[in-house]
């Protein structure tokens, strides 16, 4: 969801200025990887960072954009335009890629729960340059740890290709995450599924709403995400080496299949939400027929009751000894007959 009131401080403000609108307030950390299939080194660094080795790729990773001096450093150090780091620190960016000639700029989402259980969006952005990859996290979460420890093993791919198969690690992961999203959500949708028919409390319309609320959030993502993955798969940029083509390639084919699990989850919310609005209308229907029944059942007892309580002098009923109880028995009698008539009618 977009913050608003973040949004309003760049108001009237020229192209390039660099104001973070995150709600994030956690210090800058910067980590420099450097490493091949031979050499793995990996340090916190608070500058721009000098290479000595020019046959390791290197990994800046950036977590927490709340110092925007030091991003402006880093900016200046490896000549970044402007509107970049806008973008970078504007963390309401849809996911897309921009080729500056020199390097490539991509935007990508990752999924929250805030403290409402409501779904929310947290950006990461990727610059891929020669033999350097710098991402940019606003928050502290642990999501490319794995892709760390796989390096420091030196037995895999990731040491061994350059730095656009590091571009890809990392795009890849934040892809993987998605379905582990998508699992979350279908099993709240199993579980309103299992109980619906028997609880059709307000409180589970809130919850289809939130989950509805869910697959809006992911669907806003996930729709252009299809169309950057296929720019980054289809194009020739020279950052990316053809090796590399087949699994971004692969990358988006999985896109692919998460937009569709996605619609069919939309799909399947809109036929709770009918099953949910049938089976309250159909409480409803039952209420009003055994309502509709008792009135039915009183309409010749308040006949009878209203006939004898007139003040006619010649009432010949008024004045038999046994009147009062035989005018209960045929109330009685009758009301039971009805009653007898409506169930062999299948009305009750």
Known sequence: MLNLKQRSKKAGLPPGSLIYTGAENIPTKMILIEYNKDIFNEKTI??????????????????????????KKI????????????????TNQRPKVE???????IVLKLFDVSEND????????????????????DDDEPLFDLIIKR???KENQINSRGADYLLYSLIDTIIDSYFLDLENVEDNIERIEYNLIENTSPAVLKRIHSIKMDIITLRKTIRPLREMLSTLESSEYFQIAESTDYYFRDVYDHSLQIYEMLE????????????????TSNKLNEIVRVLTVISTVFVPLTFIVGLYGMNFNNM?????????????????????????????????
Not at 50 to 67: E, M, S, V
């Open 151 to 153: 390096i420091k093993t």
């Open 118 to 137: 409501q779904m929310v969006t947290k950006q990461v952005s990727l610059i891929l340059k020669k033999n350097l990859v710098i991402s940019f996290q």
């Open 99 to 105: 080729d500056y000639s020199d390097y490539l700029y």
């Open 264 to 279: 069919s989850l939309r799909d399947r919310t809109s036929e709770i939400l009918d099953i949910y609005l049938s089976s």
């Open 46 to 71: 608070d500058e721009c960072p000098q290479f000595a080795n020019k046959n390791t790729i290197k990994w800046i990773k950036i977590n927490g954009l709340k110092d925007v001096e030091n991003l």
């Open 75 to 90: 900016g200046k150090c490896f000549n970044l335009h402007p509107l970049v780091l806008e973008d970078v620190l504007n």
């Open 316 to 348: 010949p009923e008024l004045r038999e000894p046994l009147g009062y109880p035989a005018v209960l028995v045929i109330m009685v009698i009758v009301a039971l007959f009805m009653l007898a008539y409506f169930r062999r009618k299948k009305w009750i």
